[in-house]
């Protein structure tokens, strides 16, 4: 059943206590299962799967020779474009792999070796010949024609305008005019995508690691003729996804594809790092033009932003780059625009706070230098510019605090006791500085969750949902959360996650997961009250579906956040070190204070790593990531890391979701790698507006 009323507020016993990982011991006792470890579901002894790629970015497959490999004793067989099994649907053309023999880009699925060990699978695969017929890619930015891309790519909007700009810049007092870039930055999770799946009486059965088991079977199932009972996908614990294990990619169905083949007999994969850096999805380089014009006291008169980015030929998939700055500040003449090159390259997709992250930093890098050519504090000018309403949709904010989170991050970080000049304080051989930024992140909360609420025996319950927790702490934090809402302690409800044959639960992504399936939990857990009351008959059960809120379309609904940082720069060497960063943000009510710290502190590291580290190079003759593994492509590690600090308002929004709650996944990575930089130009009076801010930049 779906009531159509939506979830009333529930009050906090549990949420807001810091209550340890519930899965905290099988995890650090190595007992938890991840995709790659379900070797005891199987009765049969599992076949080993090793994908072959491509090695032309486009091209078709002339012919796939697997006589050598076929040879070898422990190969099973070698699945191609002509002999893989048929899909009954192939609109998905990510996930269509060996249907035909098209090469859309370098490392491309072409075959999939079986074999009965993994290491025979991975010799198979190097004795696979691939012969292929290379056509002329287009795989730079410059050679590419740009496109305006359209509004359902985008999620928006594509392009915005209001008011004069061109006209308010010309009569602006002072104008700043730049260009700022992102690099291509790959996801890395600790766990690399993986999955295991057996095939067997027409039901494929399947455990990935992956940040939506519904969205994998949704999108699985119809390419492979299954209906929706005729398969389940479980990931009852994940080595993080950061946006790349969001939708599923071509590892899962290269598994799928490969049991429904095999019939009966198990098959697993584990993908190398080097193959997820083709196959699973990266963030592509932005650049941002931005230009701000104000009058001579600080106040925005015009907004202009130009977002280009790269897509895929293979599919399009558009990073929101000129969107999240509209929202941001007040001014009245304004105008945003994506343009998008399409290349002959692998699909981008999300990565830790799509769209967002790169708009923010060249944003609020705009503003660090707005505030330099004004004269006015960087806090005081973004709090000059905090607009009265959102000035993208006109609607009032449900909650807008962002005034709040940079005072009280300015007190905290001891900024409002005053920053020396530019390039002027050198301790021994370090430049020191430092720099600030505003934060922000969609308050985004998807309808169409379920969940259901079984009693059980001696007063407990059964609450069950298909939401994964990815390493966040959800599976923690929805515990609370249903605990509050039956008004019973945490220890009298078990909570079941992460199986596709629970309710319907959307993905572990755009922050929106715990306050999505946590207000169908609500709802559900009241509907239940309201249906059993409150001395339910063990078996009995309700099912709650939600809808959209009715509050989300009167309210722009957004979470809002300070970084503040320190930085050193080494006068000879260039160096670059953060012995101090400090967060403060407005995430409505912490469910939970200790896996909310570390989703902030986690976002925070991301934000320094893209700062000062993260950058993947294409080799521009064929568009192949030629950064293969984490040397060549640093992620902040524990020696980079200086003291990190971060607060949250104490908040409750009552009109994003029924616990109060807003998504606190992504925001930290949003905002902090400007002020990183904006502190290294505090520093050393150089402007770095490309990332990362490598050493070089200051020799
Ligand atoms: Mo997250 S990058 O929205 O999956």
């Known amino acids: 059943m779906s009531p159509s009323k939506n979830a009333t507020p529930i009050s906090a016993a549990a949420m807001g206590s810091p209550l340890g990982r519930v899965d905290a011991r099988e995890k650090v006792t190595g007992r938890a299962t991840y995709a790659f470890e379900n070797d005891a579901q199987f009765e049969k002894k599992p076949l080993y799967l090793w994908l072959v790629t491509s090695t032309t970015a486009k091209g078709r497959v002339r012919e796939i020779d697997a006589s050598a490999a076929l040879e070898h004793p422990g190969v099973t067989a070698v699945l191609d474009h002509v002999t893989a099994p048929r899909m009954a649907d192939t609109d998905n053309s990510e996930l269509a792999i060996l249907q035909d023999d098209r090469i859309s880009y370098y490392g491309q699925i072409v075959a999939l070796v079986l074999a009965e060990t993994i290491e025979a699978a991975r010799e198979g695969a190097r004795l696979t010949v691939v012969h292929q017929d290379e056509e002329k890619a287009v795989l730079t930015a410059d050679e590419a024609e740009l496109y305006t891309p359209t509004k359902d790519a985008v999620g928006a909007e594509p392009d915005t305008e209001e008011g004069d700009v061109d006209a308010a810049l010309a009569e602006a007092e002072v104008v700043v005019d730049k260009q700022y870039s992102t690099p291509y930055e790959q996801n890395n999770p600790l766990e690399p995508h993986a999955a295991s799946a057996v095939f067997a009486d027409g039901v494929l059965e399947m455990w990935d690691s992956t940040q939506g088991v519904h969205g994998v079977a949704s999108a699985l199932a119809p390419m492979l003729g299954l209906s929706e009972t005729q398969i389940r996908v479980q990931a009852p614990y994940v080595g993080g996804g950061f946006g790349s294990k969001g939708v599923p990619h071509p590892p899962e169905m290269a598994v799928a594809l490969a049991a429904v083949w095999a019939d009966g007999r198990p098959v697993k994969l584990a993908v190398t790092r080097q193959q997820m850096y083709s196959l699973t999805g990266y963030r592509t380089a932005t650049k941002s033009h931005i230009r701000l014009g104000a009058r001579a006291d600080g106040r925005i008169t015009a907004l202009d932003v130009l977002a280009t980015v790269e897509s895929a030929a293979a599919k399009e998939f558009i990073e929101h780059a000129a969107k999240p700055a509209r929202m941001m500040y007040a001014g009245a003449n304004r105008r ?119 009693a059980l025996e001696g007063g407990r319950y059964n609450v069950a949902i298909g939401a994964a927790d990815i390493g966040t702490g959800s599976r923690t934090a929805l515990l609370q959360i249903a605990a509050d809402a039956l008004e019973v302690p945490v220890e009298d409800v078990d909570l079941a996650i992460a199986d596709s044959s629970l309710p319907t639960a959307t993905v572990a992504g755009g922050s929106s997961g715990t306050g999505s399936w946590g207000t169908a939990i609500v709802q559900a857990a009241q509907q239940f009250r309201a249906d059993h009351g409150d001395h339910p008959v063990p078996g009995e059960l309700t099912t709650s579906t939600t809808e959209a809120y009715p509050d989300m379309d009167k309210y722009s609904m957004h979470s809002f956040g300070a970084a503040f940082a320190e930085v050193r720069v080494h006068r000879l060497t260039g160096e670059i070190r953060v012995p101090r960063l400090t967060g403060v943000y407005s995430v409505g009510r912490v469910i939970n204070p200790v896996t909310a710290r570390s989703q902030l502190l986690g976002a925070l590291i991301m934000a320094q790593s893209a700062a000062l580290y993260e950058e993947a190079y294409r080799d521009t003759r064929t568009g192949h990531f030629v950064t293969q593994d984490l040397a060549s492509y640093h992620v902040a590690a524990h020696a980079d890391i200086g003291d990190l600090h971060v607060e949250w308002l104490d908040d409750v929004d009552e009109r994003a979701t029924p616990m109060g709650s807003r998504g606190i996944g992504e925001i930290g990575n949003v905002g902090a790698s400007a002020a990183i930089v904006n502190a290294a130009y505090h520093a050393t009076g150089v402007r770095v507006r490309d990332l990362p801010a490598t050493p070089e930049n200051f020799l």
């Open 336 to 454: 945003t625009r994506h343009r998008v090159a399409e290349l002959d390259v692998a699909i981008p997709s999300w990565l830790r706070a799509p769209g967002e992250m790169p708009a923010i930093f060249a944003l609020e890098v705009a503003m660090d230098e707005l505030a330099e050519a004004t004269g006015i504090d960087p806090v005081e000018l973004r709090i000059l510019n905090d607009p009265e309403i959102d000035p993208e949709t006109g609607k009032p904010f449900a909650s807008r605090r962002l005034v709040e989170c940079l005072r009280r991050g300015a007190e905290s970080f001891g900024w409002s006791q005053g920053r020396p000049e530019p390039r002027s304080t050198l301790e021994g051989d370090w430049w020191v500085g430092t720099g600030v930024a505003s934060s922000t992140y969609p308050a985004n909360f998807f309808p169409g969750n379920s969940a259901r609420v079984t």
